[in-house]
Nanobody, 123 residues
């Protein structure tokens, strides 16, 4: 069992920045991948950024150049630095863990998700 708790969401104006954090606890395994998903009202949850156990990263086209995922394995943390935010970025953001990081960029293969944190970008 893995527990994930997100924080750092909030209201920000377009063009602003926000940093999301996710703390993981419980069982962990070598080779874990971590990711950030988001879900806007009426839309499916989608992977926006992921990082493999070796530090390789994936970004959805819609966020490339604006969002940066990072991890601190010693602290069991994953972060999402969000810059140049747009109203279309408004969503609930979830951190997630894939216990085996083959195809870490595949959003359909993640095993655990946090409770989510709301990000609202005003225009």
């Amino acid at each position: 069992q893995v527990q994930l708790v997100e924080s750092g969401g909030g209201l920000v104006q377009a063009g602003g920045s926000l940093r999301l954090s996710c703390a993981a606890s419980g069982r962990t395994f070598s080779g874990v991948a971590m990711g950030w998903f988001r879900q806007a009202p009426g839309k499916e949850r989608a992977l926006v950024a992921a990082i493999s156990s070796g530090g390789s990263t994936y970004y959805a086209d819609s966020v490339k150049g604006r969002l940066t995922i990072s991890r601190d394995n010693a602290k069991n943390m994953v972060y999402l630095q969000m810059n140049s935010l747009k109203p279309d970025d408004t969503a609930v953001y979830y951190c997630a863990v894939k216990m085996y990081d083959r195809r870490y960029y595949d959003g359909a293969s993640y095993d655990y998700w946090g409770q989510g944190t709301q990000v609202t970008v005003s225009s």
